[in-house]
């Protein structure tokens, strides 16, 4: 038989029609990715085809199924997220069984960053976040070497954070418009961990949380997994319905108000100041805590960057608001640093709860975001350039493979809210993970299970050739095959 029809044994490959003649008839009548994956994992499991042998190239088993070549290689990558196969470069496609990954810890994989070394490692659209700026870390790692002898010969634990980090977190605020005291300042691993702090003080279970809707998807699992209840305020691409936040505030007197009024995540809209002071004096009047996430407040793009929201308040009217941010979007998510601004007692209350579960942060971490912090403004409006350029590549990619769809251009922030035109969102996310794209989509970021269908959020953080071809992977994902369908609930962890 020609190489295209054996199982040849002694360097274990399967030739494409050999393999082509092992799928049941409906598959090689119609090849659809989803149905060639499912037919050769049966092989698989099935012993027909066995384990540590090389698949036929995408092109010569598209050749032998009739087929376009993105089917087989959508098949590949399903193959892949499964665990049904792995791709070595330069060497090819090769069955193998899970190792305990399957597509639920795969995605999860991909979602936080992390791939296995043998891994292609595809196109992340669920993470709206860049790498580190390369001469300003160099440059703060040159400094910390330099210091941390001196320190080291201190025990290390800084409930509260390294004073030097403090000071300098506070001087930032009071230059921003907000004067603040070191002793106002509480360093955290983050501004997620700094969100949980807050809520896990103020609030206890079945207590109420008005948040946006839509809004961050990691602060709605915080709220969930603490079991308080989140009341929702709409926000669109128009931006707040204030009428409708008053509103919620005086019939629901929630205990605390979470919002991100600087290029709001998902939707990228900047509140506007005559609401940020209804706002404060909405949440002041009902006695709720308000929470505002300003880590992306220096990802201005289009505008200058905005005020501290709690600088807005007449003279001792802020108490209630509470200011959290971090170092996560602005220079490097690996650098585990974010803080909160709040009143000194209740700094000190926040750090006694720390303190329950971690003594103390990283001193290296906040060795490097000292640094990194005085020289923000140098650093900064490179990055900023660069995501204006990069954010233009994302719009023209659009364009170009998926004119149907529609979306605002945001001022600032790091992604686009997408309208897909139909609730397909969940659906196309199955199958664009498939395609080795990995997107955040809409429904993760609503208040309730389903909204949000129609939506995805794709990040601008990526060089331009990546974007070019995550989109076209996406648009191909889509429209390429039979139409989308609601597709099994799974979790999706975005950043």
């Not at 330099?146 to 509260?160: I, N």
């Not at 949440?283 to 709690?310: F, K, M, N, S, Y």
């Amino acid at each position: 038989m020609a190489n295209g029809g054996v199982v040849r044994t002694a360097d274990r490959t399967i030739g494409s029609r050999a393999l082509a003649a092992l799928l049941p008839a409906e598959v090689r009548a119609r090849p659809g990715y989803r149905s060639l994956a499912e037919a050769v994992r049966s092989l698989v499991l099935d012993g027909r085809v066995p384990l540590h042998v090389r698949l036929p190239a995408e092109r010569e088993l598209a050749e032998a199924l009739g087929a376009s070549r993105a089917t087989v290689t959508a098949a590949y990558d399903l193959l892949r997220e499964s665990g049904y196969c792995r791709s070595r470069r330069g060497s090819g496609t090769w069955t193998e069984l899970p190792d305990g990954h399957g597509p639920v810890g795969a995605h999860l994989l991909s979602a936080t960053g992390a791939r296995p070394a043998d891994r292609d490692d595809g196109i992340d659209l669920a993470i709206a976040a860049m790498g580190a700026p390369q001469e300003g870390l160099a440059e703060a790692l040159a400094q910390v070497a330099a210091r941390l002898p001196a320190l080291a010969h201190d025990p290390g634990y800084h409930p509260f954070g390294l004073p030097e980090l403090r000071r300098a977190l506070a001087d930032r605020f009071t230059r921003r418009g907000l004067a603040t005291r070191p002793e106002q300042i509480l360093v955290t691993a983050g501004a997620q961990h700094a969100f949980v702090l807050v809520a896990s003080l103020l609030c206890h279970a079945g207590d109420r949380v008005v948040t946006e809707n839509p809004t961050y998807a990691n602060v709605l699992d915080a709220l969930r997994h603490a079991r308080l209840r989140t009341v929702p305020v709409v926000v669109s691409d128009a931006g707040w319905d204030m009428d409708h936040t008053e509103s919620t505030l005086r019939q629901t007197v929630p205990k605390l108000a979470y919002t991100i009024p600087d290029f709001h995540n998902p939707t990228g809209a900047l509140m506007p100041a005559e609401e940020r002071l209804r706002l404060l004096s909405a949440t002041r009047r009902t006695g709720t805590w308000l929470v505002v996430d300003e880590t992306i407040a220096d990802i201005a793009l289009d505008v200058p960057a905005p005020q501290p929201l709690a600088a807005l308040a007449p003279r001792g009217a802020a108490d209630h608001v509470v200011t959290i941010g971090s170092l996560s979007k602005t220079h490097w998510g690996g650098l585990r640093v974010g803080w909160i601004r709040a009143t000194e007692k209740l700094v000190t209350e926040l750090a006694a709860v720390r303190v329950a579960a971690d003594l103390t942060g990283s001193v290296l971490d906040q060795l490097v975001a000292l640094p990194l912090l005085e020289s923000a403004e140098r650093v900064l409006p490179a990055r900023l350039a660069q995501l204006r350029d990069r954010r233009e590549a994302l719009v023209r990619a659009l364009r170009r493979h998926t004119p149907e769809w529609s979306w605002r251009v945001p001022p600032g922030g790091l992604s686009l809210w997408v309208d897909l035109g139909g609730p397909v969102s969940s659906a196309l996310a199955e199958r664009a993970a498939a395609a080795g794209v990995h997107i955040g989509r809409g429904a993760r970021f609503g208040v309730d299970p389903g909204t949000f269908e129609h939506r995805i959020r794709i990040p601008y953080t990526l060089p331009a050739d990546r974007l070019e071809e995550g989109i076209r992977r996406l648009a191909a994902a889509c429209y390429d095959g039979a139409p989308l369908a609601p597709s099994v609930e799974r979790p999706h962890w975005v950043a």
